[in-house]
């Protein structure tokens, strides 16, 4: 199974970005998707989480409201919309699943996933 994060790059305070995620051997539709960042000298966080099968999406507050988690089934793509950026934002941002079911009240476990993509850096700054 590999995970491939996109879409990063440099923005400035108050822009958006979409992040891609696409697998290699898994069907992303079928599980848990998670998105976390990971800031210099920071644990890696969870941002939001989303399952179609179990029927939920849910967002950390730091991001609620200005991030939005989404998937496209036909391209088994998941999206993380992100807009109206801070530089606090700035971090290398990873998708995660697992074959395992993950619940929306654990989704932001980094210990729930097993795979995990490389990862792609955002940087917000003027």
């Known amino acids: 199974v590999q995970l491939v994060e996109s879409g990063g790059g440099l923005v400035q305070p108050g822009g958006s970005l979409r992040l891609s995620c696409v697998a290699s051997?898994?069907?992303?539709?079928?599980?848990?998707i998670g998105w976390f960042r990971q800031a210099p000298g920071k644990e890696r966080e969870g941002l939001s989480c989303?399952?179609?099968?179990?029927?939920?999406?849910d967002y950390v507050d730091s991001v609620s409201g200005r991030f939005t988690i989404s998937r496209d089934s036909a391209e088994d793509t998941v999206y993380l919309q992100m807009n109206s950026l801070k530089p606090e934002d700035t971090a290398v941002y990873y998708c995660a699943t697992t074959r395992t079911p993950v619940f929306r009240n654990s989704c932001y476990l980094v210990s729930k996933y097993d795979y995990w993509g490389q990862g792609t850096q955002v940087t917000v700054s003027s």
């Open positions: 989303i399952s179609r099968i179990m029927g939920f999406s």
């Open positions: 051997g898994f069907t992303l539709d079928d599980y848990t």
